[in-house]
């Protein structure tokens, strides 16, 4: 059974650093992984999807990065802004069934001016 | 813009009545979903469906149903909706290919008094 646990869970920094947001699953048998940002009282919104092929997939400040050997995923935020905060949701396949995402609780990040 | 709306997006109900949210997309994705979100639990799957008349249940799928009658719309449905109920219920969609993303519509936020 696929599980998914993203550390921190909360982040608060300062204006302009850099940002590593980490996601460790279970079942490393999977097709593709994706991150995910949630602002509050909104929906979601698709930032990355990472296949298992690639090692990286960047968009613009956004780099993530897969390593299925060891069950993990990396979101990294350079130069954060205030605009970054939100919490960010990783979510690999279900173990068997890539029809279905599973989904960690995220990291509540916040970045102070 | 992954053309996906959910209508109503905000309704407060009372307990026992029943409650149909729909969801509705313009791209002719096959796979369509039902999640809810909770303080706590993050997102959980209610029902997905494959195509047309095609569904399966998802990992809290007690008390919902869904149906899928045309591409576009699935609608999920609160025979008699309980308290515990109360949630932010959101529709996500996918293409058919395995290394589709999945997109997340605005939400519905239910209250069941």
């Known amino acids: 059974k696929q599980e998914v646990t993203q550390i921190p869970a909360a982040l608060s920094v300062p204006e302009g650093e850099n940002l590593v947001l980490n996601c460790s699953f279970t079942?490393?048998?999977?097709?593709?992984l994706q991150w995910f940002r949630q602002d509050p009282g909104k929906g979601l919104t698709s930032l990355l999807l990472?296949?298992?092929s690639q090692r990286e997939q960047t968009s613009g400040r956004l780099n993530a990065s897969l390593d299925k050997s060891s069950g993990r995923s990396t979101l990294y935020i350079a130069a954060s802004q205030p605009g970054d905060s939100a919490t960010y949701l990783c979510?690999?396949?279900?173990?068997?069934?890539?029809?279905?995402?599973?989904w960690g609780l995220g990291t509540s990040l916040a970045v102070n001016p | 813009d992954a053309g996906i709306t959910q209508s109503p997006r905000h309704k407060v109900t009372e307990t026992g009545t029943p409650v149909t949210l729909r969801c509705h997309q313009t791209?002719?994705?096959?796979?369509m979903y039902w999640y809810r979100q909770d303080p706590g639990h993050g997102l959980r799957l209610i029902h997905y469906?494959?195509?047309?008349?095609?569904?399966d249940k998802g990992e809290v799928s007690d008390g919902y149903s869904v149906s899928r009658s045309k591409t576009e719309d699935f609608l999920l449905t609160l025979e008699s909706a309980t308290s515990s109920q109360t949630s932010v219920y959101f529709c996500?969609?996918?293409?058919?290919?395995?290394?589709?993303?999945?997109?997340f519509g605005p939400g519905t936020r239910l209250t069941v008094l």
């Open positions: 079942d490393s048998a999977i097709y593709n």
């Open positions: 469906s494959y195509g047309v008349k095609d569904t």
């Open positions: 996500a969609i996918k293409g058919a290919d395995q290394y589709n993303e999945q997109f």
């Open positions: 979510a690999p396949p279900s173990a068997g069934n890539n029809r279905k995402l599973i």
């Open positions: 990472i296949q298992s």
């Open positions: 791209e002719n994705h096959r796979y």
